[in-house]
């Protein structure tokens, strides 16, 4: 996501000789003063695509930058496009919610309201069941048993659901088969 810097736009000649109101990001100026107050939101061919905010548009984004500029002296902060993939950008409140569900950001702030992903993004958490070794085993002897019952006499039927039986997993995950270990 590129930067680019959010200006007071009664501040925009601090930048620019022929300031012009870009509310929107829309517009790449080239930077004619002072770079050094906002050198990571110019470009390498010393352009920007600035946002000029003003009180009367956007109060509260105007006031948070002031305040900044009262502590720093710098009427700008970084900012950035709201991006997505395979969307060049958000542009409305459902856009952005669905950006922040998808977990690609833990805050989203939309006018005066706060969003946490924490709070909201619920995981489908299936309760996965894990078969014991001893389990699996039977369901394979099951499966096996299934498919070659019509080839054994009753008494190899017979024979095999008994030896079935005396399968046991010990402890140590050892076979104990006619008591011999395995």
Not at 3 to 18: E, G, R, T
Not at 50 to 57: E, F, N, R
Not at 92 to 113: F, K, T, V, W
Request: hydrophobic share 35%.
């Amino acid at each position: 996501m590129p930067y680019a810097p959010s200006i007071l736009s009664d501040k925009m000649d601090l930048f620019f000789n022929n300031p012009i109101f870009t509310p929107y990001m829309s517009y790449s100026l080239n930077i004619e003063k002072n770079p050094e107050m906002i050198p990571a939101a110019i470009h390498v061919d010393n352009t920007c695509r600035p946002q000029s905010v003003s009180k009367d548009l956007n109060p509260g984004f105007y006031d948070l930058i002031n305040q900044f500029y009262k502590l720093t002296g710098v009427p700008a902060v970084l900012n950035t496009s709201f991006n997505r993939h395979g969307i060049s950008t958000i542009s409305s409140p459902r856009q952005a919610i669905e950006h922040l569900l998808e977990g690609c950001m833990d805050y989203l702030i939309i006018s005066n309201y706060l969003i946490s992903a924490k709070d909201n993004r619920k995981f489908n958490r299936k309760k996965i069941k894990i078969d014991t070794e001893l389990e699996n085993l039977k369901k394979f002897s099951r499966k096996r048993f299934k498919a070659i019952n019509k080839f054994l006499t009753k008494y190899e039927k017979k024979y095999y659901l008994k030896s079935l039986n005396r399968i046991k997993l010990s402890k140590n995950k050892i076979i104990n088969i006619k008591n011999k270990i395995f």
